[in-house]
């Protein structure tokens, strides 16, 4: 089974309509990030969660909000999708900072293609 | 946000042929790590350099940090079409703590 799962893997909508990716993952981790990827920019990072209390907005947190409901969930959600929302979107996971690593390894579900007409 | 420049943008080898691609920036990062993205996937981590001018090999993958930590390289000796995919490196810079900085990649494409 995939350690970081995403749903749906691909969404259709229409501009003006609320929309919500989930996140789950097995891997134990605090951390947890959302990005965008479009052609040509990157990833680029929309909000970071380093617990259940902990949010903070990222590069392009602008028309999007999160919820940490656990540990293990964390959803992003487009209050009004616009086109310009269409992209790829990944969650990831990090233990960065605990006693199993030093480093800011990042672990990635399969993500979601968005396409807002 | 410590900008990551990767070059080449795209490359089309044939299969047996080596390759260098390349990660710069001005800045200095605690460790660079590469990842591989295939269509349909998200990235899946290859390797994280942390020391100045460390060398790290993954079967046919040489990865190499710059002495002084703003640079990076990734050699791939005798290519496979298994090897075609987006080539993604990013950096944690010094006492960020939180973010990745991810370049915007080098899409590479092995041909038989």
């Known amino acids: 089974d995939a350690d970081v799962t995403q749903t749906p893997r691909n969404r259709i909508t229409k501009t003006g309509k609320r929309i919500m990716l989930e996140c789950s993952q097995t891997k134990g981790h605090d951390r947890m990030y959302w990005y965008r990827q479009d052609p040509g920019l990157g990833l680029r990072l929309i909000y970071y969660?380093?617990?259940?209390?902990?949010?903070n907005k990222g590069e392009i947190s602008d028309g999007y909000s999160v919820s940490r409901q656990a540990q293990a969930k964390f959803s992003l959600s487009l209050e009004s999708a616009i086109p310009n929302q269409t992209a790829l979107y990944f969650c990831a996971t990090s233990d960065w900072g605990t006693s199993y690593s030093s480093y800011n390894e990042q672990f990635f579900g399969p993500g979601t293609r968005l396409t807002v007409l | 946000t410590q900008l990551l420049e990767q070059s080449p943008q795209f490359l089309s080898i044939q299969e047996g042929e080596n390759l260098t691609v390349y990660c710069n920036s001005s800045?200095?990062?605690?460790?660079l790590q590469w990842y591989r993205q295939e269509p349909g996937e998200g990235p899946v981590l290859l390797v994280t350099?942390?020391?100045?001018?460390e060398v790290k090999k993954l079967k046919r993958l040489t990865f190499q940090f710059g002495d002084a930590r703003k640079d990076s390289s990734l050699h791939i000796t005798a290519a496979q079409p298994g090897d075609t995919g987006l080539y993604l490196c990013a950096g944690d810079s010094e006492g960020s703590g939180y973010a990745l900085n991810f370049g915007k990649g080098t899409s590479l494409l092995v041909t038989p």
């Open positions: 800045s200095v990062f605690s460790s």
């Open positions: 969660s380093f617990d259940v209390k902990d949010i």
């Open positions: 350099v942390v020391t100045g001018g």
